[in-house]
């Protein structure tokens, strides 16, 4: 993503977060049952990825964990357009048009959303243009 949108919102209107906020909450409260959960640890400047099936329109959580002693990046468009939230160190930040997260060695960040692209989903590092990996996911009548 060396040509993409704001990587994360911080400034936006408090009525705004609010309002993004409690629908979070109300999704959340509805849904945390049945929330999939992707895990991907980068290590030796790779993206190792731990995924199980993935439905379209259901909330997702990618777990990013840095394992390397340098920074890395996890960017992707398939946040594109979508409400997207990212916890990071205690902080949750909330928006659109998100284009992933930094981490720090050893950091890691949680990226929530609702899967609604189907297709692969490819994700790279902005910092190290060679490592790219991604996710598939299938329609709701393919599973
Ligand atoms: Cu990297």
Redesign the pocket.
């Known amino acids: 993503m060396t040509t993409g949108g704001n990587r994360v919102q911080w400034h936006r209107s408090g009525m705004v977060v609010s309002m993004a906020f409690l629908a979070w909450m109300y999704g959340a409260a509805l849904q945390a049952q049945s929330e999939q959960v992707v895990e991907v640890t ?1 290590k030796d ?1 790779r993206f190792v990825t731990k995924q199980s099936t993935l439905r379209l329109g259901f909330p997702t959580a990618i777990t990013v964990r840095n394992d390397d002693a ?1 920074r ?2 996890f960017g992707s468009t398939m946040f594109e357009g979508i409400p997207t939230q990212i916890e990071k160190d205690g902080v949750i930040v909330y928006g659109r048009g998100v284009g992933g997260v930094f981490l720090d060695p050893k950091q890691d960040a949680t990226i929530r959303f609702d899967m609604t692209r189907p297709g692969r989903q490819v994700f790279r ?1 902005s ?2 243009p060679t ?1 790219s990996g991604e996710l598939l996911l299938l329609s709701a009548e393919a599973v």
């Open positions: 980068i400047y340098v890395h990046d590092c910092i190290h490592m």
